[in-house]
């Protein structure tokens, strides 16, 4: 039996040691990330038949968004899992202070996405591309319909990333009063990664299916 | 791989799909896109999330989570796209509108 000296790291009393522990965490992390992807899967179904429903609707509408923004902040998550990935290997090597910096790196990249992501909200709104405003008579239904996909897709991906940006900020701080495991900053990378994974998809399938691209 | 390898390729798939996404493919143009995003996540799930490394009993989960959603898409899109298939007797209610908000004939 493994003991050590930091409360995060003893072993509770239904595990042998502490990697069955730890295995055991990231094994339920994983069980909560297949739920989320079908969560999230019920939203990908919804763009699918509505996308072979209204294909041109979905071109035009898809137009409209602003596609350089949209690389500009896969490129802003992609860092922040990388940033996030190195935080979770400091962890494992018991290097406190550069791990919570590395955390505190990753929330401030996090917010960047965040930031932009409002502003392209923003710049939406002024450009009237909302489902409402879709609705007058003799425009299009499919349009309509993109945009609340738009819409509840990215912005149900941002509250994932804002509960993550609240929870890496929380054990950013435990870590650098050395309260934290590897353990648990193995299974918060997780979560995090997982945020990255969504908007890998949703990035194609939003921003680079317009008409005008080509 | 090194996370800075991993990162590195995922930068270079997103420039790809950026860069792809000006060609005029056809259907050609979202087999490329789904194709360059599943490979972004095998390269997050795999080496950012270690799963390359990970436990078998962790690893089947992750993929029971594609499993379970190929169910959802494929129970679902069987009926959608094999709707188009066939014509509806006249006295049906049609199903969509179009893009105008009108019932859609199907052929």
Redo the contacts between chains.
């Keep these: 039996m493994i003991t050590n000296e930091v409360g995060a790291d003893r072993v509770a009393v239904q595990f042998d040691d502490l990697a069955q522990q730890e295995d055991a965490a990231t094994f339920a992390m994983w069980i909560f990330l297949a739920t989320e992807v079908l969560f999230f899967g019920g939203l990908f179904l919804a763009y699918a038949v509505y996308r072979m429903t209204y294909p041109q609707a979905f071109v035009s509408a898809s137009d409209s968004l602003d596609a350089k923004l949209g690389t500009l902040n896969t490129a802003i998550l992609l860092t922040s899992s990388f940033t996030m990935a190195l935080a979770v290997k400091a962890s494992r090597e018991r290097k406190f202070a550069p791990s919570a910096r590395y955390m505190f790196l990753t929330v401030l990249i996090g917010s960047m996405f965040l930031a932009v992501k409002a502003f392209e909200y923003r710049e939406d709104f002024e450009k009237k591309l909302f489902a409402g405003s879709h609705l007058a008579p003799g425009s299009s239904h499919g349009v309509a319909i993109f945009y609340s996909l738009y819409y509840s897709m990215t912005g149900l991906h941002a509250v994932h990333l804002t509960i993550g940006l609240c929870l890496i900020t929380f054990f950013a701080w435990r870590t650098l009063k050395r309260k934290t495991s590897a353990g648990q900053i193995e299974t918060l990378g997780l979560y995090w990664h997982f945020v990255d994974l969504v908007w890998v998809f949703l990035y194609p399938l939003l921003y680079l299916i317009g008409s005008q691209r080509k | 791989m090194t996370?800075?390898r991993?990162?590195l390729l995922?930068?270079l798939l997103?420039g790809l799909?950026?860069g792809v996404?000006?060609?005029?493919l056809g259907d050609g143009?979202?087999v490329a896109?789904?194709g360059?995003?599943i490979a972004?996540?095998l390269l997050?799930?795999y080496?950012?999330?270690?799963l390359k490394v990970?436990?078998s009993?962790?690893r089947y989960?992750?993929y029971?989570?594609?499993v379970?959603?190929s169910v959802?898409?494929g129970l679902?899109?069987t009926d959608?796209?094999s709707r188009r298939w066939h014509p509806l007797p006249g006295t049906w209610p049609q199903q969509?509108?179009?893009?105008?908000?009108e019932p859609v004939q199907t052929q």
């Design positions: 996370y800075a991993t990162y995922l930068l997103l799909a950026f996404s000006f060609l005029n143009n979202l896109s789904m360059i995003a972004k996540a997050i799930m080496f950012f999330m270690h990970s436990p009993l962790t989960v992750a029971a989570g594609v379970w959603l959802l898409f679902v899109l959608y796209v969509m509108p179009n893009e105008a908000g």
